[in-house]
């Protein structure tokens, strides 16, 4: 296995790969994918793209083009610079100053961390996806280069285009799951600092992956949604599904817009739309059903309820999260439920929590809640036996570790699935596992981005869900059901269970929490999940 | 030489609570940041801190009170700071070095103010420091004074060891192998006083009394005189370096769970924290990239409602 020796090898080899990860140099994934020569290798890279852009691994996440000129290089390097002055502003990031600040400053350098890190570990320990390896780069450029501190006190790092246009693709190899954080002893974050530099790359650069930013960002305050899909469309695809819908339960359901005055509006990751229509399509049925007061928006921004800023930029967070509750005012809800989608909860529930005020600070509730409190409230009658087969639940990082929310969809599992078909992975809770889609990798898939992320990102999770159902027959004549009341979670899901052909080798099938509970409602007609792989 | 002693030992001190002091008020004045919090949050009720569960679990969270436990924070606090618990947990290798470490500086830290409230409470009230009161500080000193400075050596000499390991070498300044070297050094020197010269502590107990007492007495001559002196220098002078390297990580630790892991207030509609947001709102951008635009004159707010929508370039 190829890896860097130091850090200051970030500099060195200009245009060749730091790694080479063959998946013998993994740890073999648990039965029936055990055998490493069935495992596929991650395609290489093609020679254009190795000339053309910056390399920093076996893969590609950006984009960044290999300047022509000398001045163009010394340009790009004085830009990450100002950046990097920029975080250290009161005005510039006040939205993360002291948290940056201290992990810049307090890291001892103990390694408590590198445990944690489900890349890491599943890279076969490859020093480059070492938690503290890009943060150690920057806290060396910001010391020597900024502060112009004696390499002795903080260590030595030569800049040049390369280290910093790899050092902006490395931070693109974090999943900002922050279990790290989690585990440092002294508080410090490295999942803060990959976002930090992506947002020197972002808000000063003007450098972000186009999935995340132009097709993503962007496109969501321009068009309405990252999907494309206009107003109009949007309520067309809903139409659709609530009819598709009402043929598969028997339950008609109209799915209301733009009601003012509901005491809900609820915002769906419009991905669900387009890729998982039965979860829209269940909500719509459960909500119909406990008799709930709630609307969509037909608002640019507001049917969908993504904010992928909150990956790699503050001000399109800012702006993403103004859009929501601008639409949920003009409504006058009573609140905002956020569908099933982790990152969305946490953009609008928590990291807005600081930047909406007024009549803008419109509560905001996560859908686990109002799905838990439906199911307490015996509103809907269910037939649990109707979901006899193992389950094991997905906590997404965003919703669980970041934000504490971890027994209501476990209580709502508890009441839809017959006892003793539910079982935890091992660790779950606030101690999970990135799915492996986290910040943004999920929707990232340039070059050859998926590959290294079921590799690398991804692997870790895909073990945990072949252990917790180790105990079963792994075909598919005995199917499974991975809940992950994620949208971008379901998506990396997706991927890497088509990846390795798991629905066809293991009977591992997937979808959100919603189907679950719609698959076990006594006046539905049976058969809600289809186990058809989509 | 008695003067420069002292004053060597005044300036250590002062120089250690005032840079302490500046780091505090500097975390402290920081403007507020967004929230990012980490679960589990000690301090959530409910018994929700035990499987890190939060009030947003909750049904309208924000029309009810908050279940705070500070009782949880100390439950975690406490023994993350005497033992040093995540680290255990997540690095028991590290933790094998690094607790004696901590733990011998934790001694020599309550055997050095055991000796100032000796000192004071000896000059204010003689007779409340008479008698058993003595002979307990005459056992507490020298056993924690010693056993700290034996285990901060040995704390000291196993971090050098375990960074001279590859996986930590590489990440290991110079200034972080001559910190641990400057503790050995330092508390070995107060070793060998104690060892060779001091054994009671008397000496050392002696010279804090009078340095609390602003009572500048000679310190008298010869090899013992000597050995106190140079163990003082030495670690007036480590106690003076401490704050102005990442090992005050004892003060930006407090801040690291109070503002940043366990900072979960929120902002209720019409409540006092959005007078603070309003302000931040108002800061200038300056950041460069095409989408922002900023000149340094556009606020935060400006740059958070503009409208992102294409505009008809027709009309």
Known sequence: MKQPHSVKDIAKNAGQSMVHIQPQDQIPLPPPFDDPALDPPIPELS????????????????????????????????????????????????????????????????????????????????????????????????????????????????????????????????????????????????????????????????????????????????????????????????????????????????????????????????????????????????????????????????????????????????RAAVAHAQAAKKLKVKKIVLGECGHAHKALTVIADKVLTGDLNIPRESSMVTLRDIIRSGRIKLDPSRNDFPVTLHDPCNMVRLMGIVSPQREVINAVVPEGRFREMAPHGVENYCCGGGSGFAIMSGHNFSDWRHHMTGRRKFRQVLEAFADEPMDQEHPKYLCAPCSNCKGQLRDIISYYDAWEKAGIYYGGLVELIVNAMADSTPGFIDWEWH | MTALVYVIAYVGITFFLIAVAARFVMWSKMPMHVRWELYPVAHEGGGRAAYGGSYLEETDWWKKPRQVSLLGEFKVMVPEILFLVALREHNPRLWTRSFPFHLGLYLVSVATILMMADGVIGALMPAAIAGPVARVLSILVPLFGAAGLVLGILGAIGLYQRRMVRDMRDYTAPADFFNLIFFVVAFGVALVNFLLADRDFQGVSGFVANLVTFNLAPLGSGTAVLLLSLSVVLLSLLVAYIPTTHMSHFVGKYFAYHAIRWRDEPNIAGGDQEASIHEALQRPVSWSAPHIKGDGKKTWLDVATEDQTPKDESS
């Not at chain 1, 040049?160 to 790899?166: G, K, M, P, S």
């Not at chain 1, 132009?214 to 206009?230: E, F, K, N």
């Not at chain 1, 669900?272 to 399509?281: F, K, S, Y």
Request: with cysteine.
């Open chain 1, 47 to 318: 020679d254009e793209a190795k000339a053309k852009y910056a390399v920093l691994d076996q893969t590609i996440a950006i984009n960044i083009e290999r300047p022509e000129t000398k001045e163009q290089e010394d340009e790009f390097v004085a830009s990450f610079l100002r950046g990097l002055e920029k975080l250290f502003s009161t005005d510039d990031n006040w939205t993360f100053l002291q948290p940056f600040e201290m992990s810049i400053e307090h890291c001892a350098k103990c390694q408590s961390c590198s445990e944690s890190c489900h890349i890491y570990q599943e890279s076969g320990q490859n020093e480059l996806y070492r938690p503290i390896y890009r943060s150690e780069i920057l806290r060396r450029i910001y010391f020597k280069y900024v502060k112009k501190a004696s390499p002795k006190i903080h260590g030595d790092i030569d800049l040049n285009w390369e280290t910093v246009a790899r050092l902006i693709e490395l931070a693109y190899r974090c999943n900002l799951c922050r279990r790290c954080a989690q585990t440092c002893p002294i508080g410090v974050d490295n999942a803060l600092l990959s976002r930090e530099i992506r947002k020197i790359a972002s808000q000063e650069m003007g450098i972000a992956p186009k999935e995340l930013h132009a097709d993503g960002s962007v496109l969501q305050l321009s068009v309405g949604s990252s999907t494309g899909m206009t107003p109009l469309i949007v309520k067309d695809n809903i139409e659709f599904i609530d009819e598709d819908t009402a043929e598969r339960t028997g339950i008609t359901i109209e799915t209301p817009w733009d009601k003012e005055g509901a005491d809900i509006l609820l915002l769906h990751n419009a991905g669900e739309i387009m890729a998982w229509p039965e979860n829209p399509g269940a909500f719509a049925t459960i909500f119909e059903a406990a008799g709930l007061s709630w609307t969509l928006s037909s608002d640019i921004a507001a049917y969908d309820a993504i904010n992928y800023g909150v990956f790699y930029d503050d001000v399109q967070f800012a």
